[in-house]
């Protein structure tokens, strides 16, 4: 560990720009965290997109690259692949894994590519303006919804973690979520025992956490919080859906 504020060494010593009250920032710790864990910052690479998640090569302290919007498992594919001693992880956000990038996630996970999906589920487009997602909730008030979601124009929430765990490959698949501090540590768990699996070879996994965004929510940090408790855990529920590849 470092000395400044106990920072991992995977992490730069640089101060976080994401919107007060976000949880980009605690997810970088745990992800860091957990690399500096597990010994392999040397040999870690991560792939971010477009989004909020492309401020993610300012602060991991290992090789990051930047892809093109919703491309992230197809070069996690190659990645892994012509590396496959290296630590591979994605780290996305809805707009990106769940709409432009649906073809490459879903066929990633179907081939049981070694690697690991971190997915940041904050039910919105956080970078561009607050814009309706594919994982908006019904009723949901965005900039291009501002009547709410309406599922009969606008269909329904994409559940992304039960649609990953309905294929054959994946390995390994958890839904966590940053409201509290049980959950803080199941998702610090969840992503450790994703890279483990993943650096034991064992294939494809995939961490999906509800995260906050109360800038483009319209809402107080702590009213966030109980939003993602609420309205937000029960349309995406917080579970194992597989693990070991086995459907739980």
């Not at 300012?58 to 919007?69: C, I, P, R, S, T």
Request: proline residues 6%; hydrophobic residues 40%; glycine residues 10%.
């Amino acid at each position: 560990m470092n000395k400044i504020s106990g920072r991992p060494k995977s992490l730069k010593p640089a101060p976080f720009r994401f919107c007060p009250g976000c949880s980009h920032g605690t997810l970088h710790r745990m992800i860091a965290q957990a690399i500096d864990d597990l010994g392999v910052r040397g040999r870690t690479i991560g792939i971010a997109p477009v989004g909020c998640a492309v401020f993610a090569y300012d602060y991991f302290n290992f090789d990051m690259l930047e892809v093109a919007h919703g491309r992230p498992p197809a070069a996690c594919t190659g990645m892994k692949r012509a590396l496959p001693d290296r630590l591979v992880f994605s780290y996305q956000g809805d707009g990106d894994l769940a709409a432009i990038g649906t073809a490459e996630i879903i066929h990633a996970a179907n081939r049981g590519e070694n690697f690991t999906v971190i997915f940041v589920n904050n039910a919105t487009y956080g970078m561009t303006g607050g814009q309706m997602a594919p994982t908006t909730l019904i009723g949901q008030k965005t900039t291009t919804t501002p009547g709410g979601r309406k599922s009969a124009q606008d269909g329904y929430p994409l559940r992304a973690a039960e649609l990953i765990s309905a294929l054959e490959a994946p390995y390994y698949v958890e839904r966590t979520a940053l409201d509290c501090k049980k959950n803080v540590v199941r998702t610090k768990n969840a992503i450790r025992k994703a890279f483990e699996y993943q650096l034991a070879g064992k294939g494809f996994t995939f961490v999906e956490v509800l995260s906050l965004c109360p800038t483009n929510w319209g809402m107080e940090p702590l009213k966030a919080m109980e939003w993602v408790a609420g309205p937000m855990q029960e349309v995406f529920p917080v579970k194992i859906f597989k693990d070991g590849g086995k459907n739980l």
